[in-house]
């Protein structure tokens, strides 16, 4: 097995040193020749994860046609919004039936596509095999050895249980359900609560806040889920519930932090401007809610979120709004 990794920011990184130091045969292309120069100059990315000695094993290159050379397994680390462009800018680099591996947890703006469509639609003729990864995992503490658990969906369970012997470490823990559907869509609205429980600690609100909103969060996230085709048990898994756990508590979150930054009275532009990588949950947001209109799904928390994110509306009378909501049922 030769994996190439598309993307070098701090989590594409990381995985391509765990893969290469599980015995992967791995080539990690970045965009960024700087990227480039520093790993093979240092030993490090110095720019998205600096400090973290990278395996010796782990092969580097800026030239796609040099990295895919020999690869028939792909993981994208490449942002959700530029995988379609990527994907066909190196069509004609990669072999037929590649394996095609998502770690981006996103939903394409323009499309309101999951990653499992754009791949597919991007390689047609190709006939891509796809998988998803995605559960509670910072890069800082990957990158580390901590103990971390992630789903891996993939709806080839022989294509499957190879990738989870594959990516799975003494550290890495990797369970597999058929259900990529599911596992990619828990990973991108995930995101969006996310950044609603960075709003509230940065107005001040307390643990029962928070809370509520990861409780509800899981329930938007399993309704749009199984209106898009994953089934409910998986909302309850790691890339679910899990994830969520961690981008709304965890203050490695990117996500969790612009909301926090929005609570605190910044600007999400001035926000956006200070950030050297991407928080997936900023256009998520205008993704989901466009899609919540398209489906009929109720998500009056990610509405909250895209009003206070793009019609300038007070993160304080957002929250009073959902709090006056006409009472329900659970």
Not at 125 to 154: D, I, N, Q, W
Not at 183 to 197: F, P, R, T, Y
């Amino acid at each position: 097995m030769k994996i190439a990794v598309l993307g070098a920011g701090a989590w594409g990184t990381t995985l391509a040193d765990m893969l290469a130091r599980n015995g992967v045969r791995t080539t990690l292309w970045a965009r960024e020749p700087e990227v480039v120069a520093a790993i093979l100059k240092d030993g490090e990315n110095t720019t998205f994860l600096p400090g973290v000695r990278l395996s010796n094993a782990l092969t580097v290159e800026s030239d796609p046609k040099t990295a895919f050379a020999g690869a028939d397994y792909f993981l994208l680390v490449i942002p959700s919004q530029f995988i379609r462009p990527a994907l066909v800018g190196f069509r004609d680099l990669l072999p037929d039936n590649p394996v095609m591996v998502c770690a981006s947890k996103g939903i394409e703006l323009e499309t309101l596509a999951p990653m499992s469509r754009v791949v597919a639609q991007a390689l047609d003729g190709k006939h891509p095999r796809y998988a998803s990864l995605s559960g509670p995992s910072f890069a800082a503490e990957v990158s580390a050895g901590m103990p971390t658990t992630v789903s891996l969906g993939c709806e080839d369970h022989e294509l499957g249980r190879e990738l989870q012997a594959a990516f799975s470490t003494p550290a890495f823990r990797v369970y597999f359900t058929p259900d990529y559907r599911g596992v990619e869509l828990g990973g991108a609205v995930k995101n969006v609560i996310a950044i609603a429980a960075g709003i509230s600690d940065g107005l001040g609100f307390g643990h029962d806040a928070r809370a509520a909103l990861i409780t509800r969060g899981l329930a938007e996230m399993s309704r749009l889920g199984q209106a898009m085709g994953g089934q409910e048990r998986t909302f309850m898994g790691l890339s679910g519930m899990g994830d969520l756990v961690l981008t709304c508590t965890g203050d490695l979150s990117r996500n969790r932090q612009v909301g926090l930054k929005l609570g605190q009275g910044l600007r999400l532009d001035a926000i956006i401007g200070q950030m050297k990588a991407v928080a997936e949950g900023v256009k998520t947001t205008k993704a989901l809610h466009q899609l919540a209109h398209k489906l009929g799904v109720d998500l009056p928390i990610t509405a909250e979120v895209h009003a206070i994110l793009y019609e300038d509306k007070d993160p304080a009378r957002a929250v009073k709004d959902l709090m006056s909501r006409e009472l329900k049922d659970e």
